[in-house]
């Protein structure tokens, strides 16, 4: 297995990434946003150097974002599997074949589909004003080792293109990809942290004084519509301080040893404002309906069991 002993950038496979080849446990995005959103607990049971009991997960949603990304930029590797699902023992036994060996197992309709899928994805990349040239004509899966003061860091970059300060960032969705939807899922989900962790590790190593993250997302169904997202300054702001808070968190963790779950207090949760908007619509219902004497049948729907007559 192959060791890391200096930052830098380097070509590394998808096993040698995901099982930490720096000198100590390092931090990457996805284990930063697992000790934001969750705990340092759950980043230790995340972490392959430091959870004893670590097994990588292979989930068959992912391995439809796999296949695309693969098309796209390039991977590990694609074993097609001429079977309707994975059902059967023959069919499980050749998808666990190629997961042992790095691959993605993939059925042949969702294979044909990811191929529909790439070149509807590349047409659109060509006519869009912001992303003529992402993903041709430069480097993929470029790993960027860093420090930040004693705590390794790492990031595998989709897509570099020397003298190029936009990178972007692939992403399949299996719902919508409408700015609406996606102001949503970039922080439901993360990106936005992805976005800052990213971007100091190229400043970090590659010497990008103001890089530019871009999420290129598209829909897995016709008509793989394709949209495409940046974080804002207040999100950016906000992302620089969750940053601040994983590193310096996971460097405390690690020099004592010491990785705690959820705060110890009693949390007292206040009702989001949709219960407060619903609770307020039936206040108002029910204010009117007293003041007017009025039985509910004069406002509600009127129903009765099936067994009984209608009236």
């Known amino acids: 297995m192959v060791k890391i002993t200096e930052p830098g950038i380097y070509d590394l496979s998808e096993e040698e990434y995901h099982s930490d080849p720096c000198p100590e446990p390092s931090l990457s995005s996805s284990l930063a946003k697992v000790l934001i959103n969750q705990s340092p607990r759950h980043a230790w049971a995340e972490h392959p150097r430091l959870n004893p009991d670590h097994e990588a997960k292979h989930k068959a949603h992912f391995d439809i974002g796999s296949l695309g990304h693969e098309l796209l ?4 590797g694609i ?12 069919a499980r036994e050749l998808r666990d ?15 044909d589909n990811a191929l529909i899928m790439n070149r509807a994805l590349r047409g659109q990349l060509i006519h869009h004003p912001d992303t ?3 993903f041709d004509g430069g480097e993929t899966e470029k790993t960027l080792i860093w420090r930040e003061g004693d705590i390794w860091c790492r990031c595998k970059l989709d897509w570099y293109q ?11 969705d299996g719902g919508s990809v409408s700015p609406t939807e996606w102001q949503k ?32 997302a598209q829909e897995t169904s016709f008509p793989y519509a394709m949209g495409v997202f940046a974080v804002d300054d207040a999100g950016k702001e906000i992302a620089e301080r969750d940053v601040n808070y994983a590193i310096y968190m996971f460097g405390q963790c690690l020099r004592h040893d010491n990785w705690p779950g959820y705060v110890k207090e009693t949390a007292y949760l206040n009702p989001p404002a949709w219960i407060g908007y619903d ?32 009236t």
């Open 162 to 172: 020397p003298g190029n300060s936009i990178f972007p960032d692939y992403k399949t």
């Open 73 to 76: 930029v390039g991977g590990p």
């Open 97 to 111: 074949k190629a997961y042992e060996e790095g691959k993605t197992p993939v059925k042949r309709a969702d294979y």
């Open 132 to 134: 003529k040239g992402f």
């Open 279 to 310: 609770h307020e619509n039936r206040l108002v219902a029910h204010d009117n309906a007293i003041a007017n004497n009025t039985p509910p049948s004069k406002y509600m729907l009127h129903w009765q069991s099936p067994d009984k007559e209608q």
């Open 79 to 90: 074993v097609v599997i001429d079977q309707p699902d994975f059902k059967t023992k023959a």
């Open 185 to 216: 899922k970039l922080y439901r989900f993360g990106y936005h942290i992805q976005d800052a962790f990213y971007r100091r590790g190229i400043t970090a190593v590659l010497g990008v004084k103001y890089p530019e993250f871009r999420f290129v």
